[in-house]
């Protein structure tokens, strides 16, 4: 049995939890405890990684001996029922008052039951969403997370060493309690797919309508990466397009095939939008869009449907390519509006209270999306708390403002030219939605209401109403059947 010396413990030592176990033992004050389901992947972390001093253990009870009271633990295991299976065994072997926190990608319905199961035992359990993947897990990520106050007296400090760090501050904020963690994960996740779908569609048109070479167009977006669009994900789409194949000599972008896989987080992010009735459709274009695309028995038999008559060609080049980078930032505004909305919905929904400007924050370093705009983001709610639609903000209204006559030439151009652009307009289109003074939501009550006596409100007085669509036409008073 190893004496109790580890501070922190890491189960599960496949990529993941190996490199947040290095991480964490190399911050000062960190004693790393690690245990593997199988053996072999301890023995080769700790024979590979002296320098970390870590305490490996080969059975959960000497794990749960080799920790410091009270005990933390971060599991790092296959999502779903790997990460069951471990906490059954961890609460065998744990005492009230230590801590379990689940750092894998876990669904946050399962983070909720998960953590109001083990708090019956007196244990403290947290999700947190890591973000960063492999190179951030090591380094430093971005952390969400869940759980109670309590755990995060302890918890707090030993993330805040490992997290990465954004102009001195860490990326690391107590997310909001039992599920709070995993949902803003998944959210930030849902942002990811939209701001990748964004920067396609604008490479696709661009290629389209310019004939730029992959080469060409990587150039294009270093330079985008100096201005307001800079992000790790511009600066990492510069780099694929500059990429050659070399078995072909070609670029690479156009040997790979064109069909996007997806680990089922933005399908997430979606179903949770609709449930709590928020329209995230930028993310959900983005979503769809991964999907068409992986569907070549379809795509092959719709490929012989026409498309329009005129090939697109770009008179001005240099006037195109600027249109389509305001589109793209300002369809960028409404994916991340669109995600902090979830976010306040969900919040609300299960009762967190979830500061959303130091959301804003932690994702500046470490994780996928991040970028300099999210301290706009975190600006705007720092003037407004409640800020109820983050594009209106004023540095993002005005953004829109100059940008939204490209926005319109660029959603246009990609219509009449056959290009998909899903993520472009339908960004515009809740753009449009949101600020039109009246919708026609008023006919869509008036069709509910004949077929389905679903009633409707008037804009002239107080009261719920139902005409008589089969008999006299009438109106009449009623309940709301809504
Ligand atoms: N945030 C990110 O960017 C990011 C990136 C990648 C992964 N992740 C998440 O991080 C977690 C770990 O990912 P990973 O790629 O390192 O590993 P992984 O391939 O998802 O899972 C492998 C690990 O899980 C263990 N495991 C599986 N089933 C188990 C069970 N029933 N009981 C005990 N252990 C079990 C395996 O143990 P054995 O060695 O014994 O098989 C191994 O250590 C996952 O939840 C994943 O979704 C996050």
Redesign the pocket.
Known sequence: MNASAANIGV?????????LARNLASREGNTVAVY???R??TDALVAEHPEAGFIPSFSYEEFAASLTTPRTAII????G??????ID?LVKVFEPGDIIV?????YFPDTIRREKAVRETGINFVGA??????E??LNG?SIMPGGSDESWVTLGPILTSIAAVAEGEPCVTHIGHNGAGHFV?MVHNGIEYADMQLIAEAYDLIRRGTGKTPAEIADIFTDWNGGELESYLIEITAEVLRQIDAETGKPLVDVILDQAGA?GTGAWTVQTALSLGVPVSGIAEATFARSLSSHPEQRRVAAALPGPDSTFEVDDVDAFVEDVRQALFASKIIAYSQGFDEIRAGAEEYDWSIDLGAVAKIWRAG??IRAQFLNRIADAYAEEPGLPVLATAPYFADSIARGQGAWRRVVVAAAQAGIPAPAFSSSLAYYDGIRADRLPAALVQGQRDFFGAHTYKRIDKPGTFHTDWSGDRTESEAEDTH
Do not use: F, Q, Y
């Not at 189960?11 to 490199?19: H, P």
């Not at 029922?81 to 471990?86: E, I, K, L, M, S």
């Not at 689940?102 to 876990?106: H, I, L, Q």
């Open positions: 189960v599960g030592l496949a990529v993941m939890g190996s490199n593997n389901r199988s072999e992947k790092m295991v296959k999502a029922r790997g990460t069951d299976a471990v065994e689940d750092g894998g990608n876990a969403g890591i973000s960063g993947g492999e951030g897990a990520p994960k680990k994780c996928i």
